[in-house]
């Protein structure tokens, strides 16, 4: 049973638009969240985290949102740039660093210029 | 500084022979991780390597599947007798935190 779910394979957004990927997660003892970046044939990059006591993390055009009571994440991207087209996965953590993420299975992001 | 490298970056192979993977991770990281990505599917679990202690197996899918870190960096990903489904790309990663920093993957194909 998967523990991390990206029910959207794909997204398509308009550049200068905002992106909005979701992730929702079933076990509650999840304590940290993680978004990944991967381009074609190269390995995930790291993007935003958020820790489990904070329900907000923002780096520039990029913010997570976690709502631990609905165990749910999702990641904003304003404005979505032609170069943030890629697929962006949802991990998450369990209580210390170090352990294994489970990963979603990913959102396919498309911004059209 | 130098990422995580991974070689080779394909392999070719027949079924029911054995290959080997490499992982040379970020110097210094004290955690070392192996995944797969199978087509369509997310990242998974195989196995990982937190400094001096026993490895955390649970994520390989069978005993075809091993690996082993020496000296607490490089480490091979060895998988016996390999079967079709066993195609996938296999993926590194190293942290010394929360992050775990990615090598760019070896896509294995089994015919």
């Known amino acids: 049973d998967q523990q991390v779910k990206q029910n959207s394979p794909s997204l398509s957004v308009q550049e200068g638009r905002i992106s909005i990927l979701n992730c929702d997660y079933t076990?509650?003892?999840?304590?940290?969240f993680l978004w990944y970046k991967k381009y074609p044939a190269e390995g995930p990059t790291f993007l935003i985290s958020?820790?489990?006591?904070?329900d907000k993390n923002e780096d520039g055009r990029f913010t997570v949102f976690l709502n631990k009571s609905a165990k749910h994440l999702s990641l904003h991207i304003v404005p979505s740039q032609p170069g943030d087209s890629a697929v962006y996965f949802c991990?998450?953590?369990?209580?210390?660093?170090?352990?294994?993420?489970?990963f979603g299975k990913g959102t396919t992001l498309s911004v059209s210029s | 500084g130098a990422g995580v490298s991974q070689s080779p970056s394909n392999k070719v192979t027949e079924k029911g022979k054995d290959v080997e993977l490499r992982c040379d991770p970020i110097?210094?990281?004290?955690?070392l991780y192996w995944y797969r990505q199978s087509l369509g599917q997310g990242l998974e679990f195989l196995i990982y390597?937190?400094?001096?202690?026993?490895?955390?197996k649970s994520g390989l899918p069978s005993d075809r599947f091993s690996a082993e870190r020496t000296g607490g960096s490089v480490s091979t990903l060895t998988i016996q007798r390999t079967q079709q489904e066993d195609s996938a790309v296999y993926l590194c990663?190293?942290?010394?935190?929360?992050?775990?920093?990615f090598g760019p993957g070896t896509r294995l194909t089994v015919l």
């Open positions: 990663a190293s942290s010394l935190g929360w992050e775990q920093f």
């Open positions: 076990n509650s003892m999840f304590d940290y």
């Open positions: 958020i820790s489990s006591i904070k």
């Open positions: 991990a998450a953590s369990g209580y210390q660093a170090g352990t294994a993420l489970i």
């Open positions: 110097s210094g990281h004290t955690a």
């Open positions: 390597f937190q400094g001096n202690s026993a490895p955390d």
